[in-house]
């Protein structure tokens, strides 16, 4: 994994808090999914979650609100999705249980409150197969392929027909 640019908060994870022009190494560690927000997250081939970045309102998910400028490991379930937003990060680890954590305060974590959380919090009791957080608000699929949406809604962009944010997994459509 390499990263560059921008490095304020930490966000390329190679310990500094110096922007980079040319690619850095992160880790010694073979990964097999990664995304970035306010907060990085990287999956490694044997499925441990690893953040690092942004952390005011807990993006990292490490139980602190600290930037990190190097990897940290989240939790000890073995994970197969990610996706970090502008203000939270989720996660699915191995048996489709859907996590988040991060900025909560138009109900963009999803689990039911505005709170904060600065560790991962399970959502909901599907079971789920894709995750996007965007920058207020979430997107989720099930396994049986329904669409959900959460989190800020002032402007319609759950699409569930109303400008009400919603602080749990609203289904969006008819699937």
Do not use: R
């Not at 927000?37 to 970045?53: F, H, K, P, R, V």
Request: proline content about 2%; some cysteine.
């Amino acid at each position: 994994l390499y990263t560059w640019g921008y490095n304020g908060a930490g966000q390329l994870g190679d310990g500094t808090t110096i922007n980079k022009s040319s690619p850095v190494q992160i880790g010694t560690s073979s990964w097999s999914m990664v995304d970035s927000g306010n907060a990085m997250l990287a999956i490694d081939i044997t499925g441990a979650l690893y953040a690092w970045g942004f952390n005011l309102s807990g993006e990292v998910g490490d139980g602190t609100t600290v930037n990190k400028n190097s990897p940290v490991k989240i939790g000890s379930s073995s994970w197969s999705m990610v996706s970090a937003g502008g203000v939270c990060s989720l996660a699915i680890d191995i048996t489709g249980a859907l996590y988040a954590w991060g900025f909560n305060l138009s109900g963009e974590v999803g689990d039911g409150t505005t709170v904060n959380k600065n560790s991962p919090v399970k959502i909901g009791s599907s079971s789920w197969s894709m995750v996007s957080a965007g920058g207020v608000c979430s997107l989720a699929i099930d396994i049986t392929g329904a669409l959900y949406t959460w989190g800020n809604n002032s402007n319609g962009q759950l699409g569930d027909g109303t400008t009400v944010n919603k602080s749990s997994p609203v289904k969006i459509g008819s699937s």
